[in-house]
């Protein structure tokens, strides 16, 4: 068969049943195969940054690798922003681009750029394919090595002569990587360790992030939680993992996570971190981060053990099994009799009952956080799953802070990249890979404007998402941090709320369309926007000078929180 073909061989021997891309002259012959016939549903996007998110968003929402096709040159430039998104948040990417004829590569063709040399910061690995009898052993191990160990992105440059050429095609059944060997269990000394002072601790707190979805160990950190009754503390890219409901979740900690989830942190005498890695949003202060706490570090990846916060305790390994084994250990060394911990878990929920989210109603102005609670509120009526996905921002923070996630896998946002323009092309992904889902993308009109092409994508794919725009007419985040740190000095981030009529534009993209400029609007429409049958946006007119609460200052410890100014006291 040809090289073509044989890259759609491979992805359907991977299981891909969708792919994300746009054609181009290198890709071309990969798209002439896809023409001729393949089991891989084809998603055309709009933009590659958008393939490569949606790519993402299917990734996330299915636990399956996800696949990003382009061309050469700018096709590949434009999935750069995707991969480094991919890389910062652990989540498995096959990115395949087209490169010039292997005569050509070096010579300055036209769209030839280095793929693999602008890529390699941010890709686990990757190939630059010149020879056809590599491409079967490239494609196996480039899944291999996405999804094994800590996730990530692997991208597959193939040269356009390749993929014409011919060749008798043979899929390996292994891969043979000397060098990538990610670990497969867990040392048993490091696991009697943990249990142990797991079990003498007085105030301890689990920090699990988003290494727990990606292990598909969220049933094993819930029966630990439950067994061993210990307080949580989940991260942005956790959200999910433990539920929302679940008593000992006392939610995110971080620069806009709760106070009361700060301090649980950094109050605790050990902190218990699984498949986070102390990211600078959650710690603030490095030095004054829990500062009486032991650590104990699962994870996968032994570079991030140590790399923030020095662990006592290093646990490197699968977090699905060591979760299990560890429940088990626990529960051996407890039954040898185990500390009081009724007087942290009553500080603990003191502290929740004290300084939960908060926010000023005003007579006649729309609030975000209202409009974000009724979704929370409407969601929960519907029989179907609901996945949400957000762009970056403040919206960002208040769906985290407001939405209620009892199922992994059902919040999907931008965390360590921060990629504004994310969340919409992400549902579209999301949907794709759960089309029986409720696919929900809370955004802001900065973010929206970055990605709204592929509202293109969502209605001509079939691919019904809604996008609720919590429109203030401002890039939010900055306008908060200017006015607070920057005397005011509101350069360059008024977008203003009526250009463009985001109604008007769903409509012109084929979705439904609905402005809401009031309190009393807001139900009717959301509720009509999510049984629209079809994509449809909403655009949520808001009150402009709301800013996200609490806050950490950028450098401060995580303890010193700026609280929201009076007001009513709302709780999510």
């Known amino acids: 068969m040809l090289g073509s073909d044989a890259v759609l061989r491979s992805l359907e021997l991977e299981g891909v049943d969708v792919a994300f891309g746009i054609p181009g002259g290198a890709i071309l012959p990969t798209y002439d195969a896809i023409a001729r016939g393949t089991t891989v549903r084809h998603v055309l996007a709009r933009h590659e940054q958008g393939a490569g998110h949606m790519a993402e968003g299917y990734a996330r929402a299915s636990g399956r690798v996800g696949v990003a096709i382009a061309t050469s040159g700018p096709g590949a430039t434009n999935l750069v922003t995707p991969i480094a998104d991919a890389w910062m948040d652990s989540t498995p990417l096959v990115a395949i681009t087209g490169q010039v004829r292997s005569n050509l590569i070096g010579t300055d063709a036209f769209q030839e750029i280095d793929a693999t040399g602008i890529t390699m910061p941010i890709v686990k690995h990757s190939w630059l394919v010149q020879d056809v009898e590599e491409l079967p052993g490239v494609m196996k191990a480039a899944f291999h090595v996405a999804r094994t160990g800590r996730q990530g992105p692997v991208l597959v440059d193939i040269a356009r002569d390749v993929q014409e050429a011919e060749f008798d095609f043979e899929y390996p059944d292994d891969v043979d990587l000397p060098g990538w060997k990610p670990p497969h269990k867990v040392h048993p000394r490091q ?174 102005v729309l609030k975000p956080q209202t409009a974000v609670e009724l979704l929370r509120d409407l969601a929960a009526n519907r029989e179907e799953d609901v996945i949400w996905t957000t762009g970056v921002g403040q919206h960002q923070m208040w769906a985290m802070q407001y939405l209620q996630c009892d199922k992994p896998r059902s919040f999907i946002t931008s965390g360590g990249l921060g990629t504004m323009g994310y969340g919409l092309p992400a549902a579209i992904g999301a949907k794709a890979a759960r089309p029986d889902a409720t696919v929900v993308c809370i955004d802001g009109d900065g973010c929206f404007q970055m990605t709204c092409q592929e509202l293109a994508t969502a209605a001509l794919e079939r691919l019904p998402i809604v996008t609720v725009i919590l429109n203030n007419g401002w890039l939010g985040m900055v306008r908060q941090w200017q006015e607070m740190f920057y005397d005011e000095r509101f350069s360059q981030t008024h977008l203003t709320q009526v250009a463009p009529d985001y109604a008007k534009l769903a409509e012109a993209y084929g979705c439904a369309g609905f402005t809401v400029e009031s309190e009393d609007q807001l139900e009717d429409a959301l509720s009509a926007a999510m049984s629209a049958g079809r994509s449809a946006v909403v655009d949520v007119r808001c009150d402009a000078e709301e800013k996200v609460f609490p806050m950490v200052p950028s450098g401060a410890a995580a303890v010193d929180t700026i609280e929201a100014p009076g007001g009513e006291v709302m709780s999510a």
């Not at 160990?217 to 439950?226: F, G, K, P, Q, R």
């Not at 020095?310 to 051996?332: D, F, M, N, R, W």
């Not at 878990?345 to 926010?359: A, H, K």
């Open 191 to 364: 696991l009697r360790e943990a249990a142990k002072a797991i079990a003498v601790a007085q105030r301890p707190i689990v920090y699990a992030g988003g290494g727990v979805l990606n292990a598909d160990a969220c049933a094993e950190l819930l029966e630990l939680v439950d067994s061993a009754q210990l307080p949580a503390v989940v991260t942005l890219m956790g959200k999910g993992c433990l539920p929302d409901s679940h008593p000992l979740n006392y939610g995110a900690p971080g620069m806009h996570g709760s106070k009361f989830a700060n301090w649980a942190l950094n109050k605790a005498d050990l902190v218990i971190a699984i498949g986070s890695r102390f990211d600078d949003r959650v710690t603030g202060k490095v030095s004054a981060f829990a500062p009486g706490a032991k650590v104990i570090h699962f994870d996968i990846d032994a570079a991030e053990v140590g790399k923030i916060r020095h662990a006592e305790i290093p646990v490197v390994g699968p977090l699905k099994l060591a979760l299990a084994q560890l429940t088990a250990e626990v529960s051996a060394v407890a039954a040898e009799g185990a500390p009081d911990r009724g007087p942290w878990l009553r500080q603990l929920e003191d502290w929740r009952e004290r300084f939960p989210f908060r926010y000023a109603k005003a007579e006649g």
